[in-house]
């Protein structure tokens, strides 16, 4: 059963996947915002120095009905041989992402430290944690040698009285401009 859940989940993102690239253009705004509230687009979040200019960007939030020490400690478990993305594992490892899901919290990944590294395909070169605020903010940071892009995916956990808003902001150079197609439809 676990193998068929997901083979229809791969396949149910790939099809997103193809239908953001065909609308692109029309669905911008909205694949790039999506959940965000008009306040938390314009808001300056710890990190956002790191990228001060990027080409593209995307800010998502979803709130949750959960104060941010129970979020946290997901989001701090995230990474490639780490508590995967909680997204589409099978599309993920279908580039090669060796990518295995966490359905609980897992002690072992609950510590992290500013200069980790947060990989998420084993032949890439990691992203690096460059903010940490435990219950608030985690912050990765990477750039390429060659072209000297950046790259910056920051997750904001904010107390409010139906949850933690948990926005998830991406932020990058032109070089990398082209991989941001499938960033909603990758996340579940």
């Known amino acids: 059963m676990g ?3 997901s083979l229809s989940e791969s396949v149910g993102g790939a099809l997103l996947i193809a239908f953001h690239l ?7 705004r909205w694949r790039t915002t999506w959940g965000a509230p008009a306040g938390e687009l314009a808001a300056q979040y710890p990190g956002d120095d790191l990228v001060p200019a990027p080409d593209w960007g ?4 979803v709130t949750v009905d959960a ?3 129970r979020v946290w400690p997901w ?4 990474g490639q041989g780490r508590g995967g993305f909680y997204s589409y594992e099978g599309l993920e ?8 899901n966490a359905t609980a919290i897992r002690p072992d990944l609950q510590h992290l430290a500013v200069g ?5 395909h084993p032949k890439a070169p990691p992203l690096t944690v460059a903010v940490l605020e435990p219950n608030r903010d985690l912050v990765l940071h990477g750039a390429t040698e060659q072209t000297g892009d950046a790259f910056l995916w920051s997750f904001h956990l904010r107390p409010a009285p139906a949850g933690a808003p948990a926005s998830s902001n991406t932020a990058g150079d ?3 401009r082209r991989s941001g197609a499938g960033s909603r439809s990758a996340r579940r």
């Open 22 to 28: 065909l609308t692109t253009r029309i669905l911008r």
């Open 93 to 100: 490892n279908l580039i090669g992402c060796r990518i295995t």
């Open 3 to 5: 193998r068929l859940r």
């Open 116 to 120: 980790d590294p947060i990989r998420q």
């Open 58 to 61: 995307f800010t998502r939030a």
């Open 174 to 176: 032109a070089t990398v």
């Open 67 to 69: 104060p941010p020490e």
């Open 75 to 78: 989001i701090v478990q995230i």
